[in-house]
Structures are given as C-alpha cells and as structure tokens.
C-alpha cells in the first residue's frame, strides 16, 4: 500500500489517527495508488481536506463491530467504498460521498442519515442484501446518471429500477430513496425510485422494481402494486403485471414515461385516506396533527414514535371518529425530543392494522413551506424555503417537457432561505415546474410564466 500526504505548504496538511478518528486537515490530501487498501477498523472518518480517488487507485474499508461516521466539509470521491461491519454495526453519513468503480457490501449498514451517495456514470452497488444494505429511513438518497438509449432490462448503478424501452431515453437521473412516502389510503415500502430521463413520452417501457424484505415495511410481498406520482406527492396505483414475491420484484409493462414509484398494497387497501401528518414543536410539548378524508371500520390509533426510525415504541392512543367524510386529530407529546421520528398504527374493527408513513418531527424541526412568488409572473419570481438546520438543496426550473432550464446548488442557512431564478425575463408565456430535492424530498411548485 503507499499513502501520500501532499501538502500546499510545508506543514499546513495533517493527517491523524487518533481518538478513534482518522482526521484530514483542511489543505491536505490523501492519495493513494496500485488498488491500495485502507482499512478503518472502528475508526470515524472526518474529511476537511481532499480524498479524490481515480478508478483503480484503492479501496477503504470499514470494518469493526461498532457504529462509525462519515462526516467534514469536503466531500470525498471513493475509488472503491466497502462496508464489513460486524452484525448490524453502521456507517452514518454525515456528509455526501461519490463513489469511482463501486459499493462492496460484505456486511453491516450504510445510513444515509440525510445525506447523498453519488455514483459515477460507471459505478454500481456491487452485493446489496438483506444484512448488508443501504437505508436511509429520515431521508438522503442515492442517485446516478446513465444514459440509456434503447434499455435492455438496463439497470443502472444496480439500484434496482431495470427499464426496458425501444426509446432512446438519453441522459437519465435515476434516485433512490428509502423513506416511506404516503400512497393514497396506505403508505409505500422504505424504497422509492425518481426517474427522470431526457426523453420522457412514447417510452412503452418495461419496468421491474427490485426490493428488499427489510424494506417492506409490514407489506405483504404477495400483494404488492406500482404506484406513480409525478410530483411526489400524490400517487396513484399503477398495478403489477408481474410480481415475483421469491426474487423480490414488481414489474410493469407498456410505461408511457418515467417519474417518481414505490410499491404499496395492490389489493384491498385500508379503508382510510390519510391528507395530512405532522409533528410540531409548541412550547414544551410536540403536537402530533393528523387529518383524513375518509374513514370507514377504523377503530383507533396508535402513535408510535422512534429516536432513530428503526426501533418504535407505542406513546399515544387516539379513538377513531369513524366519520365518513374525514376527521381531525391532535395528540400531545410531553415527553419531546430534540429529534424524533412518528407513525401511526391504523387499526380496524377486525383488529387488522397497517401503518402510516412516517414523519421526522420533533421540537428540533419546523415547518418547511416551500413558496414561489409572484406566481403568475411578468419577470420575476423567487423561490422560499424555512428549515431548522444549515443544508444542502438542489434548485431547478424546467419546462412542461420536464428540460432543465436551470440548476443550481443551494446551501441554505436555518430560518427563511430565499432564492432568484435567473432566467424568468427570458422565457415564453407558459406553464413551468419549479423542483426542490432537499434531504431525500421533493417540493415541486407550477409557476406561470404571463
């Protein structure tokens, strides 16, 4: 193995291994060569200098028994990244990563606690299972951009959306996520995929959704459906032409165009609709809101609330109103934390329950309206967003077609965020799409152009 420590100036790069930390000082690089091999045994990673790994120029390793971190403010590129965590041991990403040649899971979890894996055009997930996998229950997403002219059961990065077209597609975003989104009267498995390629319409796709049993979220595998949404937020069941509940997918012929999908229940979904959910914190309390728009045999429900999204624990009852045209709901939490995590468990009179998506909340987040104005406009329109703590967001405007007119990065500071688009003066009159990916979701707002 040769490890080189390159330095600006004499003495102004460090690298460390301490404290259980191998640290990387601002100004710093590490660079390895010869498919070199770094191995972190139950040590946390802190990048604030610079690891740019070509293909072919090493691979690090995290390996030990214990929950391990990735975190600094500079994003690295990792030739090879391999988990071999001991049981169910973690890496948590507390920075985004870009992987070169692939992801190797030998065994433990990658937590994706918010952030992003970038893959290279190149790169794939290389031995995702049941006991060594990505997550990413509160949000964050892995995401590569392929391009994909006339699929044959393509499947890019190995992410686990394999499209079959006689289209030319072009260059295609394809994103996977893992928080459970809301579809119509139940909610979806913890994998969600948005597909956005360059040609959009007349695709008479084939497209199969690969899962994992750990990710169906108290799904039966035997009943499981397609569900589309073009904004990712309202869904809408798409059905199964083919569902192989042994080597875990869904598939569905004759696609028109390609968005936002997740599988949920195809067959006899809960007699419930769910509009809304929310936890906010009000003085030393949080509220738990809910609200329906159609309940039917619903007895009651159980809040249950979580400090990681993994393990739940029941805090609250609430008796159903049972009201056909909907009701609302409030329930107090008093025991708040600084961060949590809450879902509701949805019983029927028969004693069957399914549950709800979940909701980060908590006394450690406040609402997020996302807003353009003026809307309709004549040459101007901005862009506003609050959220409670510094992140990174990707801005974009597109026409109807779904052509990104403009991207931008945006690093948004706690409290109101606000933004200009550019090119508004320059546009016809017409119906534009303005899209926010921000820690895994999707906030999407029409604005008219006069």
């Known amino acids: 193995m040769k490890i080189f420590l390159l330095l600006p100036l004499l003495m102004l ?16 690089v590490l660079k390895t060569t010869n498919n070199a091999v770094i191995t972190l045994q139950d040590i946390d990673l802190i990048n604030n200098g610079t690891i740019s790994q070509q293909i072919g120029e090493g691979r690090f390793v995290f390996a030990g028994s214990s929950n391990n971190n990735i975190s ?51 790169a794939l997930l290389n031995g995702e299972n049941e006991n060594s996998r990505i997550t990413g229950i509160s949000a964050g997403y892995i995401e590569i951009t392929s391009t994909l002219n006339a699929p044959s ?3 890019a990065g190995n992410l686990g959306a394999v499209i079959t ?33 360059s040609n959009n319409s007349s695709l008479n796709a084939t497209f199969r959704f690969y899962y994992l049993d750990a990710e169906l979220n108290g799904k039966n595998k035997n009943t499981l459906g397609l569900w589309k949404s073009t904004d990712g937020n309202t869904w ?3 059905g199964a032409d083919n569902r192989d509940a042994t080597n875990n997918y869904v598939e569905k012929n004759s696609i028109a165009d390609l968005s936002y999908w997740t599988l949920s229940d195809a067959l006899n979904p809960l007699p419930l609709v769910l509009l809304s959910f929310s936890a906010i914190c009000e003085n030393n309390f949080a509220l738990v809101r809910w609200e329906t728009s159609i309940e039917q045999n619903i007895d009651h429900f159980v809040i249950q609330k979580s400090e990681d999204g993994s393990l739940w624990n029941d805090v ?20 708040p934390s600084g961060h949590a995590f809450y879902r509701l468990k ?44 510094n992140t990174k967001a990707e801005l974009m405007l597109m026409n109807a077609s779904g052509e990104i007119l403009e991207l931008h990065d945006w690093y948004l500071q706690v409290g109101v965020n606000t933004f200009s688009l550019l090119n508004i003066p320059k546009l016809a009159s017409g119906t534009y799409i ?11 707002q029409k604005l008219i152009k006069k």
């Open 236 to 238: 809408s069941l798409v």
């Open 153 to 155: 059961a393509m499947n």
């Open 346 to 389: 949805i019983f029927e009179f028969s004693g069957s329950y399914s549950l709800s998506s979940i909701f980060s909340g908590g006394c450690n987040d406040i609402s997020m309206p996302f807003t353009v104005y003026p809307n309709p406009t004549d040459n101007a329109a901005t862009v506003r967003i609050s959220v409670r703590q």
């Open 72 to 122: 600094g403010n500079s994003n690295p590129l990792f030739d090879i990244f391999e988990i071999a965590k001991t049981g169910t041991a973690k890496i948590l990403l507390s920075q985004n990563i870009n992987i070169g040649t692939s992801v190797n899971f030998t065994s433990g979890l990658i937590d994706l606690n918010n952030n992003n894996i970038l893959l290279q055009p190149t």
């Open 434 to 444: 303005v899209r926010l990916l921000l820690n895994g979701n999707n906030f999407q």
């Open 13 to 28: 790069g460090r690298l460390t291994e301490c404290a259980a930390q191998l640290y990387l000082q601002s100004g710093a």
């Open 316 to 335: 609250g009852y609430v008796p159903a109103q049972n009201i056909s045209s909907g009701a609302k709901y409030d329930w107090k939490d008093f025991d």
């Open 165 to 197: 077209s006689p289209q030319n597609l072009g260059t295609s975003i394809i994103h996977r996520s893992h928080v459970p989104v809301t579809t119509g009267a139940n909610s979806g498995i913890q994998r969600t995929f948005f597909i956005s390629p």
